[in-house]
């Protein structure tokens, strides 16, 4: 059974830096990545990798750029998203996916089969 067990959430104060963590349980998949959900708003793409057979590129939103950086561990399964630079508007519920034929449709929700619970993250001004 697959699993995706998000962690290291929290609350931070805007400029300050958060890193969170995805561990996948079951099997690997070609491709993880992070999505996020702001009160009010619909869920929207963060950053994505693939694994390193594929090359292990990464692909960012615009939102994201510079600020946000994403890492996989293969051997270990997991995917992480170290996030700098944190501003209000980054307040929101991530979460990880995982995909086994992303390929280059990688901002669309629906292209991934398995999803974590979410990790809140909140950034006070």
């Known amino acids: 059974q697959v699993q995706l067990a998000e962690s290291g959430g929290g609350l931070v104060q805007a400029g300050g830096s958060l890193r969170l963590s995805c561990a996948a349980s079951?099997?690997?998949?070609?491709?993880m990545a992070w999505f996020r959900q702001a009160p009010g708003k619909e869920s929207e793409f963060v950053a994505t990798?693939?694994?390193?057979?594929?090359?292990?590129?990464?692909y960012y939103a615009d939102s994201a750029k510079g600020r946000f950086t994403i890492s996989r561990d293969d051997a270990k399964n997991t995917v992480a998203l170290q996030m700098n630079s944190l501003k209000p508007e980054d307040t929101a519920v991530y979460y990880c996916?995982?995909?086994?034929?992303?390929?280059?449709?990688?901002?669309?929700?629906?292209?991934?089969?398995?999803w974590g619970q979410g990790t809140q993250v909140t950034v006070s001004s």
């Open positions: 079951g099997r690997a998949f070609p491709t």
């Open positions: 990798q693939s694994w390193r057979w594929s090359g292990g590129r990464s």
């Open positions: 996916a995982a995909g086994a034929n992303v390929v280059s449709d990688y901002v669309r929700l629906s292209a991934y089969e398995y």
